[in-house]
């Protein structure tokens, strides 16, 4: 049995234990859904407004807090994945300074005690699977691309990185901090459309046991 993939990825205010989680969003088969928090800033029409500049059928909630935000996406999981075959992919997810996004969730439930809510979920990182499966050289450039946006216009159509409004992820930090909070979404929706993209490549190309599979289920819960 083939499992469905649905690709993730999360958007943070930086890098350190103390940075929060601004986005959070999924493509799922029928389109993307996306979590963006607020911090108690108004942000109306987000969603209109992405849909304006995006031609995937996208889902947007806005929400006051990081808290609000987690207990959202939880409440996501358990009604989308719970009792279905769903394999949760990321681009780097996992490795870069010991992991990003899986981590960097890990951490920031924990601050607020929140139960995690990958439980029975299996998942993979899609970046050591297509960076040592796939030949990602330019030619005329010395070193094979790493990076998610080189990767993806490497092997894929580029039309997602098109749709992305920023040129580095850094711009998101800056989007979210002066309230440009669709341009923040369209940019996780670019990320989580090339994620799935490069996911379904290697899907089709590689072997079944190159998919380092692995449970995200806690040892305890609650």
């Excluded at 928090?37 to 942000?43: I, S, Y």
């Excluded at 969603?47 to 207990?71: C, G, I, Q, Y």
């Excluded at 030619?139 to 039309?159: F, H, I």
Aim: charged share 30%; proline share 4%.
């Amino acid at each position: 049995m083939t499992l469905e993939q649905v690709a993730f990825d999360i958007e943070t205010t930086g890098f350190g234990v103390d940075d929060v989680v601004t986005t959070v969003g999924f493509a799922v088969p029928l389109g993307v859904r996306v979590f963006v928090q607020t911090d108690g800033r108004a942000a109306p029409d987000v969603e209109a407004a992405v849909r304006d500049r995006v031609e995937t059928h996208v889902k947007v909630s806005t929400h006051e807090s990081e808290r609000a935000l987690f207990e959202a996406v939880s409440g996501f999981v358990e009604t989308r994945f719970r009792d279905e075959d769903v394999l949760l992919v990321a681009y780097n997810g996992e490795r870069w300074k010991g992991g990003f996004d899986i981590p960097f969730l890990r951490t920031r439930y924990a601050h607020h005690d929140i139960d995690w809510p990958f439980t029975d979920v299996p998942y993979a990182d899609v970046m050591p699977l297509v960076t040592t499966r796939f030949n990602t050289t330019i030619s005329g450039e010395d070193e094979p691309r790493g990076d998610l946006a080189g990767v993806y216009d490497a092997l894929c159509d580029g039309k997602y990185s098109d749709l992305d409004p920023f040129t580095e992820s850094s711009e998101a930090v800056t989007a979210y901090e002066n309230d440009r909070f669709a341009e923040l979404v369209v940019h996780n929706v670019a990320d989580v459309l090339r994620t799935r993209s490069l996911g379904r490549l290697a899907e089709r190309y590689c072997s079944k046991s190159d998919f380092n599979v692995k449970s995200l289920t806690p040892t305890t819960e609650g």
